[in-house]
Antibody, heavy 121, light 106 residues
Framework: QLQLQESGPGLVKPSETLSLTCTVSEGPISTTDSYWGWIRQPPGKGLEWIANIFYTGSTYYNPSLKSRVSVSVDTSKNRFSLGLSSVTAADTAVYYC?????????????WGQGMLVTVSS | SFELTQPPSVSVSPGQTATITCSADTLGDKNVCWYQQRPGQSPSVVIYKTAKRPSGIPERFSGSSSGNTATLTISGTQAMDEADYYCQAWDGGTGVFGTGTKVTVL
C-alpha cells in the first residue's frame, strides 16, 4: 500500500522559508495516473489546497499563495517538496502531502499523516 | 477561482439522515468530492465525482448535485460518522476546499 511521509523543520521563524519534503514509498512517484499535492490546515480551521505537481515537474498553484510557493519533484529519490517563503504566523498549520488520482477520479486517495509547522520567533 | 460554502455544523440523531450542502456561484457541472476527517486524523474520501463511492465506503454515504449545490447524505447515521466533512472541487487545475461541516451525532 502506498505510503506518504512528510518531513522537515517543525518550527520556522517569521520571514523565513518553510521547507517540507514528502517521501513516497511502496509505489513509484513517476506514474502517469497521479499528481502529488500539498494541503494545509491551520489549527482548528479548515483545509486549504496549496499545490499539485506531476512527476515531469508540471505544477498547479493556489492563486492566493502562488507568489510565495514553490513545489518540486525528485524522481530519483521518489519524493517531492514544498517551499513557502516569507512566512508569518498565519502559515502555522498542519501540512499534508497526498496523492491525487487523476483523470476521471481526481481525488486524493492517499495522504500523509500531516506535519505541524509552527511559525514563531 | 470560486468559494465553496458549507454549513458550519449539522446535528443528527443516530439512525437518522444527515444532509450536508456545498454551494458555489459557479459550481455548475463541476465534479465534487467529499472528505471525512476524524479528530487527529488525515482526511479520507467518501465520495468522488459527485456521486461515486470508493471501494470500502459504506452505502449509507451518497452524493448528489443540483444547480450550484452539491449534497452529501449520510443515511442511518452512526456514531462513527461524527467528523468534519469537506467538499472539494477543481477550477481548471486549481483545487478548492469547502469551508467544512462538523457533523455531531447526538
Amino acid at each position: 500500500q502506498l505510503q506518504l511521509q512528510e518531513s522537515g523543520p517543525g518550527l520556522v521563524k517569521p520571514s523565513e522559508t518553510l521547507s517540507l519534503t514528502c517521501t513516497v514509498s511502496e509505489g513509484p512517484i513517476s506514474t502517469t495516473d497521479s499528481y502529488w499535492g500539498w494541503i494545509r490546515q491551520p489549527p482548528g480551521k479548515g483545509l486549504e489546497w496549496i499545490a499539485n505537481i506531476f512527476y515531469t515537474g508540471s505544477t498547479y498553484y493556489n492563486p492566493s499563495l502562488k507568489s510565495r510557493v514553490s513545489v518540486s519533484v525528485d524522481t530519483s529519490k521518489n519524493r517531492f517538496s514544498l517551499g513557502l517563503s516569507s512566512v508569518t504566523a498565519a502559515d502555522t498549520a498542519v501540512y499534508y502531502c497526498a496523492r491525487l488520482l487523476r483523470n476521471a477520479s481526481n481525488f486524493y486517495d492517499y495522504w500523509g499523516q500531516g506535519m505541524l509547522v509552527t511559525v514563531s520567533s | 477561482s470560486f468559494e465553496l460554502t458549507q454549513p458550519p455544523s449539522v446535528s443528527v440523531s443516530p439512525g437518522q439522515t444527515a444532509t450536508i450542502t456545498c454551494s458555489a456561484d459557479t459550481l455548475g457541472d463541476k465534479n465534487v468530492c467529499w472528505y471525512q476527517q476524524r479528530p487527529g486524523q488525515s482526511p479520507s474520501v467518501v465520495i468522488y465525482k459527485t456521486a461515486k463511492r470508493p471501494s470500502g465506503i459504506p452505502e449509507r454515504f451518497s452524493g448528489s448535485s443540483s444547480g450550484n449545490t452539491a449534497t452529501l447524505t449520510i443515511s442511518g447515521t452512526q456514531a462513527m460518522d461524527e467528523a468534519d466533512y469537506y467538499c472539494q472541487a477543481w477550477d481548471g487545475g486549481t483545487g478548492v476546499f469547502g469551508t467544512g461541516t462538523k457533523v455531531t451525532v447526538l
